[in-house]
């Protein structure tokens, strides 16, 4: 059921025409998306500096403290370059919408890439359900 | 008929799950649209920020961390 919302949403968003009611539309989406991403990212950031903590609280010397430092930055890499996949998308979409550009194309790159940092992302770290609905169709399909 | 009875309380399960699935998913995400969504005081669309900076303060703290707890030279 909520795919189907999802799916109507998206279309709505994306297929809606090019009247200023749709492009007015995908801005505040756009606008949203940045807004989530960026109140997302130091939860993320906070996450992973607690990984980082605890390992140094548990090391016996400062070598074995970075070693294990570099394990949680290379757990952690994956979801960084996502996120800037998704920064890359949403500026992508949001200098279509503001210049003229193929908005379709922009929205379908920011799904993407949106949809492979919310795999990636721990589950401790909760989204906004209306916008992960927004961006992400294939929620089943990612397994999350 | 027993059945039909049990049919009837699944479809009206069904239709108040339904009608909360809407209530709890959709109306907010239309609220989202509706009210939320401005652009910046620009008037351009908001970016994604780079995480960068807080990455490099991160590390940083972590440096701190490990130079109390084992020395700047440990």
């Known amino acids: 059921?909520?795919?189907?919302?999802?799916?109507?949403?998206?279309?709505?968003?994306?297929f809606a025409g090019c009247g200023p009611g749709a492009l007015e539309l995908q801005t505040r989406a756009a606008n949203q998306v940045a807004l989530a991403a960026n109140a997302v990212a130091p939860v993320l950031i906070t996450s992973e500096q607690v990984e980082g903590d605890r390992a140094i609280d548990a090391a016996a010397d400062k070598a074995a403290a970075r070693a294990q430092l570099a394990a949680v930055e290379a757990k952690w890499a994956p979801i960084w370059t996502a996120y800037k996949a998704l920064a890359v998308a949403q500026d992508q979409w949001a200098t279509a919408l503001e210049k003229g550009g193929d908005t379709a194309a922009a929205v379908e790159a920011l799904r993407a890439s949106f949809c492979k940092l919310k795999v990636l992302l721990p589950l401790e770290v909760k989204l906004p359900p209306a916008v992960s609905a927004v961006v992400c169709l294939e929620v089943g399909h990612a397994g999350k | 008929m027993?059945?039909?009875?049990?049919?009837?309380?699944?479809?009206?399960?069904g239709?108040?799950?339904?009608?909360?699935?809407?209530?709890?998913?959709?109306?907010?995400?239309?609220?989202?649209?509706?009210?939320?969504?401005?652009?910046?005081?620009?008037?351009?669309?908001?970016?994604?920020?780079?995480?960068?900076?807080?990455?490099?303060?991160?590390?940083a703290e972590w440096d701190d961390r490990l130079d109390k707890k084992f020395g700047k030279d440990g």
């Open chain 1, 1 to 14: 059921m909520r795919m189907l919302y999802a799916l109507f949403v998206f279309m709505a968003l994306t």
């Open chain 2, 2 to 13: 027993p059945e039909n009875s049990e049919e009837k309380v699944d479809s009206v399960t």
């Open chain 2, 15 to 59: 239709l108040i799950d339904q009608i909360l699935e809407i209530i709890t998913f959709v109306v907010p995400l239309v609220k989202m649209l509706i009210k939320g969504g401005e652009n910046d005081a620009s008037g351009r669309i908001i970016r994604v920020l780079s995480a960068d900076p807080g990455l490099a303060q991160m590390r």
